[in-house]
């Protein structure tokens, strides 16, 4: 009885197997973590391109319309594909000189940007300089919520200073 006792103490042959099953949750959590927190710093930075993105447009513009806004704001929903689109927004802004010329706030009922004239001031270098302000607001849903919360709202903002005339003016 002694000596198969020395045996059973002395054999090794199945330590590894005992430390792979006190390892294997902890690692599989560390890697479902970091692919949870991966795909939020993805969803962070299309929200932020989705923002440059409506920027640029507007940008290019001489004069928008509501039809316009729309268009815009369905192109940069595009870009966060393969995240729901659905819950993009975007507030848009043109400010002129420190003065706001017009704002839209229609790209999915979006809140508008706060203090826009004191973000552009910084942005405008001086006076006869226009710029166009894009807030978007995305709201992450986490796939695993054990790892991260639930949802995690990303605000993001662009910035373009428009290209073929001195400011954009809304027609809509």
């Known amino acids: 009885m002694m000596r198969s006792l020395h045996r059973f103490f002395r054999d090794r042959s199945a330590v590894a197997v005992i430390e792979f099953a006190i390892i294997l949750p902890v690692m599989v959590a560390l890697s479902l973590g970091t692919f949870e927190a991966s795909r939020a710093v993805q969803a962070k930075m299309k929200a932020s391109n989705a ?15 509501a039809a316009g806004l729309t268009n815009y704001c369905n192109g940069a929903k595009l870009t966060m594909v393969p995240y729901d689109k659905t819950v ?21 009922t979006a809140t508008a940007i706060a203090s826009p004239t004191t ?11 226009s ?14 919520v054990y790892f991260l919360p639930a949802s995690i709202t990303m605000v ?8 073929n005339t001195t400011t954009v003016t809304n027609n809509g």
């Not at 043109?94 to 790209?107: A, F, I, K, R, Y």
């Not at 993001?156 to 290209?163: E, I, K, M, N, V």
């Open 131 to 144: 710029v166009i302000i894009v807030q978007t607001t995305y709201v992450y849903s986490a796939t695993l």
């Open 88 to 108: 993009l927004k975007a507030a848009i802004a043109s400010v002129t000189n420190g003065t706001l010329d017009w704002h839209n706030e229609s790209c999915g």
């Open 51 to 65: 923002a440059q993105v409506i920027a640029d447009m507007i940008a290019a513009q001489n004069n928008v319309t």
């Open 156 to 163: 993001q903002t662009g910035f373009s200073r428009p290209r």
């Open 119 to 129: 973000v552009a001031t910084t942005l405008s270098g001086g006076t006869g300089n």
